[in-house]
């Protein structure tokens, strides 16, 4: 089963100033975990330390940030990680709820821990509710080159393992 970490940073003074929030805003929320109506799974939420420094993870994303966000996000006071056992490719109408809640909620922006991916909410729910398989894939995975072979990362967020293909000089063909 696919597991799927999200960073999402907000206004909130703490953790239950998030989960306080995230409730008005239609998710349930027992204890460590939050749940979405009618789905039996549970999502772990856990404040991450400013110690661990979470702002760094938005400083360079791959598309960058319109300004107002990117400075919002400098400045936000709790970081908190979403762990959950969803998939992108069975669970997008789950994982927009869960994102348009968020957004409800405060929530500035996500980030795809398993990817390195950043995104401001609006195009990310705009992808989970329409886009194509391709679109969502290229908002949540991510392709690295080394000096032997081209690789992904992400790809079990879509049930499927992560690919590598040696590099032979013509990477035309892959």
């Known amino acids: 089963m696919a597991q799927m970490t999200w960073l999402v940073p907000g206004p ?3 953790r239950g100033e998030c989960v306080d929030a995230v409730v008005r805003a239609g998710l349930r929320a027992t204890g460590d975990t939050l749940q979405l109506a009618g789905d039996p799974r549970m999502i772990e939420l856990v404040l991450v330390p400013a110690a661990h420094e979470p702002r760094r993870a938005f400083e360079r994303p791959l598309t960058p940030l319109p300004r107002p966000l990117a400075r919002a996000i ?3 006071p709790t970081f908190v990680a979403l762990v959950m056992p969803l998939s992108i490719e069975r669970d997008r109408a789950l994982l927009a709820s869960l994102a348009r809640a968020f957004e409800r909620a405060g929530g ?13 909410f609006g195009p990310w729910i705009e992808a989970l509710e329409g886009g194509a398989l391709l679109t969502l894939h290229d908002l949540a995975v991510r392709t690295f080159a080394d000096h032997g072979s081209l690789y992904t990362c992400g790809m079990h967020l879509f049930d499927r393992p992560d690919a590598e293909h040696p590099r032979d000089g013509d990477d035309a063909e892959i």
């Open 74 to 76: 400098e400045v936000a």
């Open 108 to 120: 500035l922006a996500v980030r795809i821990e398993d990817s390195g991916h950043v995104h401001p």
């Open 12 to 14: 909130w003074a703490g």
